[in-house]
């Protein structure tokens, strides 16, 4: 998918919500385990609940592969249940010497069909390359996460004043350009939005942190915005665990999604329509 | 297995030699396609003509992954035909938000039985404890990987003229002792192993980077040696694909990693015999 036509799916659904498909076997509804794939089935129901809301999924594929070889199939099964024209990112943040990256780019993009695939950017250039190239393919390249441990090396001073994830995405925007290159940045993070977009102007970003972890929608929007909308505002427990274990949870999930995607409406219609 | 154990196996087999199983099923001999999984055949043969001469074994799950659900089904057998005994570390570079590094402790440490798991450290501390307090299991954190791009932030000085890998390999003292972390550093990096040796006098160092990409196994032993050796030297592509195509590519491989052993039981024997 192109960066222009991300941009018009969401002005198209009035929206820029991902859900993260972070289904873990522990927490589906009890009535779903009956199935022979209660993860499937229940990430079946979220998605025939969801996808005119949101324009991407994100399954964390933690959750798929503690399931031992069925979970890959779990994944493989599931990334066909999403409608066409929507993002999919395998949330997995590799990175490993360049061989190995070619192996998980491999799995991510021919193997799987998904559209991008979250990095982590420690091991450097040619931990990361391999993964660009592929047309229509994105990496998504961890820069500020949402999580406490960020303030451990993320945000380490380095020799010229400049935080260690600034100097990541400074180099990664010479890697490759904002038509195959986004960034992760944590919703709890919105007072460095501004400094984000002075060095990433035109990227998409990826917006993790809102909901359970504590991040606001129209903070981050209104600071991280830009022409192309370049947000895409993830939120996983937030809306698939909307309904615990009860026997409506999918219409509980659309109702926290549809919660999200009016807030966004309103968002992108200040500044688009 | 504790850090006591895995000395005890070294002095044994004089032996500190770790097999990375990086099996891609493109290099795999022709002769070996007509089996229903090339990859494990190839596997199982290399497996048998070196476990006498290593402690450990590597799969790169890249590699696995790169097959979809049935190179997880390869992975699990792997697992299975190495003999007890052997050191295994499940080479993932995994790290994620809390909730999810517990999902992947689970489906290394449980779902699967590694002994050990590789960890990048950019998401900081919460993003790697779910991985320790497992009994017997180990965290093998990155520090300074052994490829070119390891230049491009695990060198980058820190605000008090720290590179950002020493800064890692601090704070991760703080995080769990030497009986459950242990740290990466690429045989690549020789020059560097007395800095890092005053960090972490006690740690098992995981290095990779000897045979294919250059680094010297004797000058990287006798700096980075401690009274509990302290090292387990992978060697992948160099050890599994030294016999190429050929028919005896198992009797080849077992050279190449008789080699490295002998070698080893050289420098062991100056130490501690």
């Known amino acids: 998918m192109t960066r222009k036509d991300l941009f018009r799916k969401i002005l198209e659904k009035k929206s820029y919500l991902c859900v993260g498909l972070d289904t873990d076997i ?20 979220i998605i025939e609940a969801t996808h005119d809301l949101c324009v991407g999924y994100k399954p964390n594929l933690a959750f798929y592969e503690s399931l031992g070889p069925k979970g890959w199939i779990t994944l493989e099964k599931t990334l ?5 024209g929507h993002f999919t990112i395998a949330d997995a943040k590799r990175g490993d010497i360049g061989n190995t990256s070619n192996m998980y780019a491999r799995a991510f993009f021919e193997s799987m069909n998904f ?11 040619d931990s990361v390359k391999p993964f660009l190239g ?8 961890l820069a500020l996460t949402s999580n406490p441990g960020s303030a451990d090396f993320q945000r380490t001073l380095q020799e010229n004043d400049e935080p260690l994830f600034e100097k990541v995405m400074h180099k990664a925007t010479t890697w490759g350009s904002e ?10 993070h919105s007072e460095d939005f501004k400094r984000i977009r ?4 035109d990227h998409f970003l990826l917006v993790p942190g809102v909901g359970k972890q504590g991040g606001d929608l129209q903070t981050l929007s209104r600071l991280g915005m830009n022409d ?3 947000l895409l505002v993830n939120s996983s427990r937030g809306i698939i665990y909307a309904g615990g274990d009860s ?14 995607q009016q807030e966004m409406a309103v968002l992108l219609e200040e500044r688009f329509f």
Chains 1, 2 share one sequence.
């Open 228 to 230: 192309h909308c370049g």
């Open 80 to 84: 066909e249940l999403i409608p066409e």
């Open 198 to 201: 002075a060095i990433a102007p």
């Open 179 to 188: 038509e195959e290159i986004m960034f992760v940045v944590g919703a709890t």
């Open 115 to 125: 559209d991008s695939v979250t990095i982590a950017p420690y091991m450097g250039e």
């Open 247 to 260: 026997l409506d949870f999918a219409e509980k999930a659309r109702e926290a999604a549809l919660k999200v």
């Open 134 to 141: 592929f047309d229509g393919k994105w990496v998504i390249l």
């Open 26 to 45: 522990k927490r589906v509804p009890k009535h779903l385990l009956k199935y022979d794939d209660p993860v499937l089935e229940f990430n079946k129901q």
